[in-house]
């Protein structure tokens, strides 16, 4: 998954006769694991037992949340809720409620906008039969990943390939930009042709950076 930033926050704070509900914070980490952390205040002078919940989010929420919290006069709780986002989740609505004992009930709102940014590529993933027949093509699917394994969406570096078959027969594709379309997995319909019989590897790399390279290997059985 991309990396998730954090573009813009809208917190409101919903004040009442016996509390009041702030949205604090909202913090996100790479993975899309949004967090925000809301203050119940008791603004009464009784001690009051106020019960919780989020309502609103219309992001890929997590399971419900809800709870209750004892305050006295003038104290303040702190709750957290997590959601897990998406790419197509670009905007985020979400409201805690709450409601006394005695009755009162408010509701405080966030809103937060979020970009998408894709981490860079740092290794290829090769996909390639296990087998072939000597001298005919078969198709090849490279696929850009990032340091956690996952798809580098935003590569558009130039691909190069070799193998390890010498023989002056072999065919390979010729080198490739990627595009944004692509989002970092492009496949080269009977890219390859190798000719000696045997294990043979099958290597991609990027043109401008060596170090993102990956390896798929193939046996080459006899023709018929």
Do not use: C
Request: charged share 10%; no cysteine.
């Amino acid at each position: 998954m991309a990396a998730v930033t954090i573009q813009n926050q809208y917190m409101s704070l919903y004040p009442a006769t016996e509390l009041n509900i702030q949205a604090l914070r909202f913090d996100i980490d790479s993975g899309g694991n949004l967090t925000s952390v809301w203050q119940i205040t008791n603004t009464t002078t009784n001690r009051e037992t106020f019960r919780w919940f989020f309502i609103g989010d219309i992001g890929k929420s997590s399971l419900p949340t809800f709870g209750a919290v004892d305050l006295g006069p003038g104290e303040s709780a702190f709750v957290n809720y997590g959601s897990q986002l998406g790419p197509s989740t670009l905007t985020q609505f979400i409201t805690l409620g709450a409601v006394s004992q005695s009755g009162q009930r408010m509701t405080g709102s966030g809103r937060v906008d979020f970009t998408y940014l894709p981490k860079p590529a740092t290794n290829f993933q090769v996909n390639a039969p296990a087998h072939a027949t000597s001298g005919m093509p078969f198709d090849v699917t490279v696929t850009a990943l990032d340091a956690n394994g996952q798809t580098a969406v935003g590569y558009v570096g130039t691909v190069t390939f070799s193998s390890s078959d010498v023989d002056p027969g072999v065919l390979a594709p010729t080198d490739y930009t990627f595009t944004a379309a692509d989002n970092g997995v492009h496949t080269f319909p009977g890219g390859f042709t190798l000719v000696t019989v045997g294990d043979q590897t099958l290597t991609a790399t990027d043109t401008a950076d060596q170090t993102i390279t990956g390896t798929a290997t193939v046996t080459v059985d006899p023709g018929g």
